[in-house]
């Protein structure tokens, strides 16, 4: 990459304390930011990439940017996602790059070679809609099917299973015998999935988190302390569909 577009990221200037890095991705058509864990930030830019367009997009995205640095340096708040092509979002653990393309009759979000695709709404707020309903819907079939031999182990037949928003609650066991599991889960690696779906499965059995309660749960998961830790490490990263 030439010195002229690294210099580019400098220019506007970008603030002494922040650390970035800039990669060339020749398979990009357009600059994609990604702040990380720890408030750095990763640029991706085309290996034909414009200098002076760069120095000119650049500049636009740093008081959003800011905004999220702070909270992630911090480690505390609520994640915000820019919807712009390039960003990250995780499904079951794996990472996928969002790419926004022209709206189409039914408007919905795909995962299409790669690429997690979403329509052109014009407003954030509705492309993060969009996208919380492809959590919920791809992430309902899953956790069905993923339930049934989990729930054979804890001893429990569920109603159902389902994924959708649950504002502050991770998961929820229903008066039916149905469970759900907020949509944001699906973003996780899925032995962590499993950690809440044998919670909430446990409480069929269990309603009070009682030395018997844990009990139940490590007889289905083994490793049940480390998958906690696990668990309390990511959570607080997890997208909930902030723009």
Request: glycine share 8%; net charge positive; charged share 25%.
């Amino acid at each position: 990459m030439s010195l002229t577009v690294q210099s580019a990221f400098a220019s506007p200037p970008m603030p002494r304390e922040w650390t970035w890095q800039v990669v060339v991705r020749p398979q990009r058509q357009t600059l994609g930011i990604d702040i990380q864990e720890d408030g750095s930030l990763f640029f991706a830019v085309p290996s034909d990439a414009d200098p002076q367009a760069v120095a000119k997009t650049a500049p636009s995205r740093l008081p959003r940017l800011a905004d999220e640095v702070e909270r992630r340096r911090r480690g505390g708040g609520e994640p915000v996602k820019e919807l712009v092509g390039g960003a990250s979002f995780a499904y079951l653990g794996r990472r996928h790059r969002l790419k926004v393309v022209p709206a189409e009759a039914d408007g919905r979000v795909r995962l299409h070679q790669g690429w997690l695709e979403l329509p052109d709404t014009g407003s954030s707020r509705r492309g993060a809609r969009l996208i919380a309903e492809w959590y919920a819907a791809r992430g309902s079939r899953w956790a069905a099917a993923r339930a049934a031999p989990l729930a054979e182990r804890t001893g429990v037949t569920p109603g159902g299973v389902t994924v959708r928003d649950l504002g502050e609650h991770w998961g929820a066991c229903e008066p039916d015998g149905s469970i759900a599991l907020h949509w944001a889960l699906m973003q996780l690696p899925t032995s962590l999935v499993d950690l809440v779906l044998v919670h909430e499965l446990t409480h069929l059995k269990i309603s009070a988190h009682s030395a018997a309660f844990r009990h139940r749960m490590r007889m289905v998961l083994g490793d049940l302390e480390s998958l906690e830790r696990r668990f309390a490490a990511a959570e607080p990263e997890l997208w909930r569909g902030a723009v």
